[in-house]
């Protein structure tokens, strides 16, 4: 199962003990591919440092202990698909390209499209349930 996260998944998984950072554990643990493009990178590194106050060092630490346990993929940058927040296309087109299965996120403009050219979009919780049963029907 390859999977994307947003941004907002990210920096949560970073900062705090919810099910974002659950996520990230889980896929720091190999129970699904993570998959990122230099732009989500990029906005990462931009949020830690310009609304969160880190210092470069620390998103740049943050970035390549996101980075580590993904694959990372080009894109053009030319899908346009979110007409109230087009700079959540990269998101999707990140999926697009990858052939990913979901995207995690909790922006609601990319919550409301629920399926987009086969990706379909969940919450953090709703991809831990999913997780769950993918690894109970594996035992």
């Known amino acids: 199962m390859k999977v ?7 920096v949560s998984g ?5 099910a974002p950072y659950r996520c990230l554990l889980a896929l ?8 990122l493009s230099p732009p989500i990178l990029d906005e990462f590194r931009n949020v830690l440092v310009g609304k969160f106050r880190h210092t ?3 998103a740049e630490e943050a970035v390549a202990f996101v980075r580590e346990s993904a694959t990372l993929i080009d ?3 030319t899908l346009r698909i979110v007409k109230d927040d087009p700079e959540d296309d990269k998101f999707i ?11 995690v996120s ?3 403009h990319l919550l409301a499209l629920g399926k987009e050219a086969g990706v379909t ?14 690894s109970e029907s594996s035992e």
Do not use: M
């Open 56 to 58: 470069t060092a620390e």
């Open 4 to 10: 994307v996260l947003d941004t907002n998944i990210l």
């Open 28 to 35: 720091r643990a190999g129970l699904a591919d993570l998959i």
């Open 106 to 108: 909790g922006d609601h």
């Open 75 to 77: 894109i053009p940058g």
């Open 121 to 134: 979009v969940i919450g953090a919780r709703d991809f831990l349930s999913i997780l769950s049963g993918v």
């Open 93 to 103: 087109e990140t999926a697009r390209i990858a052939g990913a299965d979901y995207i």
């Open 14 to 18: 970073l900062l705090w003990r919810g």
